[in-house]
């Protein structure tokens, strides 16, 4: 009998172990670094207990990057999803050069994050970058603005070129959204309802909300744990400006090379996601999902 | 078929006894492991040496120079193959305790070591050494330099400043005479060589960083790096600087002739005056670094050998023939290096030789230059400072544009090394 009851556990193993091995192997290796002291330039490797987490809490970076991150994704996630939405709104209606429209929103989807970094660093760049020298043709300015130099507009430059490189996966899935929707339901709709608004607030948000709080929750993680743009375009800098969290974990591990403080701070960025995606789905009504 | 068998018996025998053949040097795969720094000049020196080496071949592994201690150290701890690596000042303490290095009176004669290391200069040798012992010979050996450009200073009728605070009321004087930034600044907290250009800065004040039981001293407000941190706020402040990340970005910058003064490398003023491709070359000069003092930061980087490689009899013979090849004697690898690119030498007999003085006569006054290593100091390095380096930059970086205090920087990166240090010592 205890053969049969085992019998699908055992069918199962072949996948379950991989994946044991991929995930819970190390994130249990992880656990066991944040608590000790793991310096890839020191020797041994001693039980610190959560000396690592009271340290990283207490540090001069900690304080910025958990401000810098949640500001970060508070500014960042509801753009993306607003500005994705607008494009997606506008990608529907046929016009000349719809298609070729369609292929340019598209393109920093095919982008890799460096490569998006490096083009909007040729952006922002005070000497030769695009927008100061767009600025001095207007007559603007005179001298340059330090976009990437100056901690405030780093940090909003940072956003801007995270928002462009999140913007077609929401245009995308809120297309896909919008075409589910009856055709009937939008001719009735562009009958009874003159105003564009009325139209989109009362008829097809209903029909994609459920869509835009996946992209709300899916944006505001990406944000949260944004790192590639970050490492690429400012370095974290100037000074500790556009420091995320994701950014301190490198930071710890590969530049100071603690790889105790570099866990211990993935641990807290895990805890605070976690609290971030309840928060967010509490916040929610709860007859979202259900069929309307 | 039992001939047969005897046949490939006999032949796997042959085969395996003229694979055991000693002397067969071509055996040795040394793995050279570098940052990308002029790579074609790089392998075109291995050709040279496997040249004059026919029993040894050299595998060439190149990292970028900000990510180069990470993956190195990444690569080590990995047990992955590596003979000879390029080393840094600030780095071989560390290294060399954690038993990634071996000093090279293990892999080589003792009195061929001090031969050739009486060649090397003070603080060349300084930053080679740990515990005592010679780790490395230098790749090249340079200074961070004070530059400006001769032809702005002079249609401004500005004197050369001589002290910092000069530095500021020329700075002031050519932006109230349409001059938006008139200084470029290698900003870029991610690199090493952004403290070490403020080391070189506090040096020229004559400060001392740190006392000979290695306590910090620049949290006090009467030291030169203080005062330096001061100053570069203030400048920054008064919109006097304009940032750049790299020093490949200042080559440019300092070209359109919006800027006058920088402070970087001194090999980054062979670039600068390079006719071939700067627009204004000729134009630049180095002045000694302002202050007190005009002393400024030397510093070496390095060939040293790994402790795999010096624990494999075959693997040590060969790479210390590399290291011997790239930095010996007569040193021709780092005769070229300084003729072709600029790059300082740690070697002294080369200041004498006349190939060196007339390629640098072209973009640097060589005797300012000679009395620039004279003056210069070897930084302070330990088995942590690379560690405290990478914590203390950022607050360096945010302290300049003005966004924490002079005073909680420098006493927060105190204490980071005092607990570096008590933490390194319990170990």
Redesign the interface.
């Known amino acids: 009998m205890w053969e049969i009851r085992r019998y699908p556990a055992l069918w199962l193993l072949p996948a379950l172990l991989p994946v044991a091995l991929m995930t819970l192997y190390p994130v249990a290796y992880a656990l066991w670094t944040s608590l000790h002291?793991v310096?890839?330039?020191?020797?041994?490797e001693?039980f610190v207990g959560l000396d690592n987490y009271l340290r990283v809490i207490q540090s001069?970076?900690f304080q910025d990057a958990l401000t810098n991150s949640l500001v970060f994704t508070a500014a960042a996630a509801p753009l993306v999803v607003v500005l994705g939405t607008l494009i997606a709104l506008f990608l529907r209606r046929r016009f000349f050069g719809v298609q070729v429209v369609r292929s340019i929103v598209l393109l920093p989807w095919v982008l890799p994050g460096a490569i998006s970094a490096v083009l909007w660093i040729w952006v922002f760049h005070?000497?030769?970058g695009v927008l100061n020298g767009l600025l001095r043709d207007l007559h603007l300015i005179?001298?340059?603005i330090?976009w990437?130099?100056?901690?405030r507009l780093a940090f909003v430059s940072v956003v801007v070129a995270h928002v462009w490189t999140q913007i077609p996966f929401t245009v995308v899935l809120v297309m896909a959204a919008l075409a589910a929707i009856n055709p009937e339901t939008l001719e009735a709709a562009a009958i009874d309802c003159k105003s564009s608004w009325r139209r989109f607030w009362y008829v097809i948000f209903p029909e994609i909300k459920a869509m835009i709080v996946v992209l709300i929750v899916y944006n505001a993680l990406t944000a949260f744990t944004s790192y590639d743009l970050v490492y690429a375009m400012t370095?974290?800098?100037?000074?500790?400006?556009t420091?995320l969290l994701s950014f301190q974990i490198w930071?710890e591990s590969?530049?100071?090379?603690?790889f105790g403080a570099g866990s211990a701070v993935a641990f807290i960025v895990v805890l605070i996601s976690a609290v971030l995606i309840l928060a967010i789905t509490r916040a929610l009504p709860s007859d979202l999902f259900g069929s309307e | 078929m039992k001939r047969r068998t005897v046949l490939a018996a006999a032949t796997l025998l042959a085969g395996s006894f003229m694979a055991a053949q000693p002397g067969q040097a071509q055996d040795v795969t040394l793995e050279f492991v570098v940052w990308n720094y002029s790579l074609e000049t790089i392998q075109d020196n291995i050709r040279q040496f496997e040249a004059e080496n026919p029993g040894i071949k050299v595998n060439l592994t190149d990292y970028t120079w900000p990510d180069y201690q990470d993956s190195l150290i990444l690569r080590i701890r990995g047990n992955t193959p590596t003979d000879v690596v390029y080393g840094g000042q600030d780095w071989l303490p560390a290294w060399g305790s954690a038993g990634f290095i071996a000093p090279l009176e293990d892999v080589a004669p003792k009195e061929e070591i001090e031969a050739l290391a009486a060649d090397v200069a003070g603080f060349a040798r300084t930053d080679v050494t740990y515990d005592g012992k010679i780790y490395g010979l230098p790749y090249y050996a340079d200074t961070i330099s004070f530059i400006y450009n001769k032809k702005i200073l002079a249609d401004a009728g500005i004197a050369v400043p001589t002290t910092w605070e000069e530095v500021t009321a020329a700075a002031e004087k050519l932006k109230a005479g349409g001059m938006d930034k008139p200084i470029v600044y290698e900003y870029n907290q991610e690199l090493p060589n952004f403290y070490d250009a403020f080391v070189a800065q506090a040096y020229g004040r004559g400060a001392e960083l740190f006392d000979a039981e290695l306590n910090p001293l620049f949290a006090d407000p009467g030291n030169g790096a203080y005062q330096q941190l001061a100053w570069l706020a203030d400048a920054w402040s008064k919109g006097l600087v304009q940032a750049e990340t790299h020093e490949s970005k200042i080559i440019p910058a300092m070209n359109t002739g919006q800027h006058a003064f920088t402070i970087v490398y001194t090999y980054v003023l062979a670039a600068l005056n390079n006719v071939a491709d700067q627009p204004r070359a000729g134009e630049f000069a180095l002045a000694p670094m302002p202050g007190a003092t005009h002393s400024t930061l030397g510093f070496a980087k390095s060939y040293v050998i790994t402790r795999q490689a010096a624990d494999d009899p075959e693997r040590a013979v060969a790479a210390w023939k590399l290291v011997n090849f790239m930095a010996g004697k007569p040193y021709t690898v780092a005769k070229r290096w300084a003729v072709e690119k600029g790059l300082g030498f740690g070697q002294l007999p080369l200041f004498q030789d006349q190939d060196v003085i007339e390629a640098w006569g072209k973009w640097a006054d060589v005797k300012e230059l000679g009395a620039q290593a004279e003056r210069a100091r070897a930084g302070t390095y330990t088995e942590f400072s690379s560690v405290w380096s990478a914590y203390f930059r950022p607050l360096l970086a945010k302290a300049m544009v003005g966004e924490a205090s002079v005073e909680q920087t420098m006493k927060d990166g105190a204490e980071r090394w005092n607990q570096l240090k008590e933490q390194f010592a319990s170990r």
């Open positions: 002291s310096m890839l330039l020191f020797p041994g001693p001069n970076y005070p000497s030769f005179e001298g340059s330090g990437l130099t100056s901690p370095g974290g800098g100037p000074g500790t400006a420091t930071r590969f530049s100071m090379y603690d």
